[in-house]
């Protein structure tokens, strides 16, 4: 059976458990129409890029399902006549991963990078570019 990821985004007057309650209602959809749900992520209340229906923030919600493409459909269908559901998109995909996604990982695992700041505490280092207060007064431009 084909691996879909379907993430909806939920209105933010409703509570957490309500839109944990949709997931588990979209679950029992894919499960009767013969689909397997992997794992339900829910994201929380974050903020919306642009406005959605007079809404500034959505509960986001994310599936990993296993479902042949009617029971995707069904899912999709219900999710259009539901009016707390602002957007959803499902997307295929060639493999399940293992990993929690970007969303759930913990700041700290995605901080292993470093800090950007070089070695006198700048943002930016600019190695041989001497600072601004360095700079002679008739080199300094307004």
């Known amino acids: 059976m084909p691996l879909y990821e379907s993430t909806f985004i939920a209105r933010q007057d409703i509570s957490t458990q309500q839109a944990e309650a949709l997931a588990e209602r979209f679950s029992g ?3 009767e129409q013969g689909g397997k749900v992997h794992r339900t992520e829910h994201w929380g209340l974050k903020s919306l890029s642009f406005r959605i229906r007079k809404n500034r923030k959505g509960h986001y919600v994310m599936l990993h399902i ?7 459909q069904e899912m999709e269908r219900n999710m259009r006549i539901d009016e707390d559901v602002l957007r959803y998109m499902t997307v295929r995909m060639e493999t399940m ?12 695992s995605r901080d292993d990078r470093g800090r950007r700041d070089g070695p006198r505490g700048d943002r930016f280092d600019r190695g041989d570019r001497p600072r601004r207060s360095e700079r002679p007064a008739e080199e300094v431009v307004s």
């Open 97 to 108: 991963p293992d990993a929690p996604s970007a969303m759930l990982q913990s700041r700290a």
């Open 29 to 31: 959809i894919v499960t």
């Open 66 to 72: 296993e479902a042949p493409a009617a029971a995707v």
